[in-house]
């Protein structure tokens, strides 16, 4: 069955860096995009862009642009966030997501990241 | 950007009540690009309807989506327990945006 299944929750200081890992399992890796959400404590789900599997071609929403990287490594079937120059306001759980036709069809289980000095 | 507005922003229901949310965007969405979303605290989000109207896999008939244009609604027939929640639209067609969320609560 299809799974994503992100690292672990992070806790980082102002001004640090942090990378969080989606892997996928049980479908062909690079058939399907990747989508990247963010939720913001007491926030709703905000897209934070997405990125293609087969070319590795990112696409950035607006306000997600500069300190947010997208990657992805095919040969163990798994996509990155990388956010640097970590804000407090930069505290929310992020999710991957499977896109299927533009639509997120399968949700990773959501990455707590907190800034804290 | 399309912006989405849900309402109401909370829904006190019983169940075995219906369910009616609604969400507006600021501009017409084409070509139906159009999804709601449940999400449960601890949980991640849940994909239940997707082109307006079709139902993800697995989901309920009690959930129905419905809309054109710029209105758009989600029912849910008869709210059992595990309904209780929080639903988000979403629209596709021009990049992606995700309204504000509705809850669902127990009346």
């Known amino acids: 069955q299809v799974q994503l299944v992100q690292s672990g929750s992070e806790l980082k200081k102002p001004g640090a860096s942090v990378k969080v890992s989606c892997k996928a399992s049980g479908y062909t890796f690079t058939n399907y995009a990747m989508n990247w959400v963010r939720q913001a404590p007491g926030q709703g789900l905000e897209w934070m862009g997405w990125l293609t599997t087969d070319t590795g071609n990112p696409t950035y929403a607006q306000g997600f642009t500069g300190r947010f990287v997208f990657s992805l490594d095919t040969s163990v079937s798994t996509a990155y966030l990388q956010i640097s120059s970590l804000e407090a306001e930069d505290t929310a759980v992020y999710y991957c997501?499977?896109?299927?036709?533009?639509?997120?069809?399968?949700w990773g289980q959501g990455t707590l990241v907190t800034v804290s000095s | 950007e399309i912006v989405l507005t849900q309402s109401p922003g909370a829904l006190s229901l019983s169940p075995g009540e219906r369910a009616t949310l609604s969400c507006r965007a600021s501009?017409?969405?084409?070509?139906?690009?159009f999804a709601w979303y449940q999400r449960k605290p601890g949980q991640a989000p849940r994909l239940l309807i997707y082109g307006v109207s079709s139902r993800a896999n697995g989901i309920p008939d009690r959930f129905s989506g419905s809309g054109s244009g710029t209105d758009f609604t989600l029912t849910i027939s008869r709210l059992e327990p595990e309904d209780f929640a929080v639903y988000y639209c979403q629209q596709y067609g021009s990049s992606q945006t995700f309204g504000q969320g509705t809850k669902v609560e127990v009346k």
């Open positions: 997501a499977r896109l299927n036709y533009y639509v997120a069809d399968y």
């Open positions: 501009q017409s969405i084409s070509s139906r690009y």
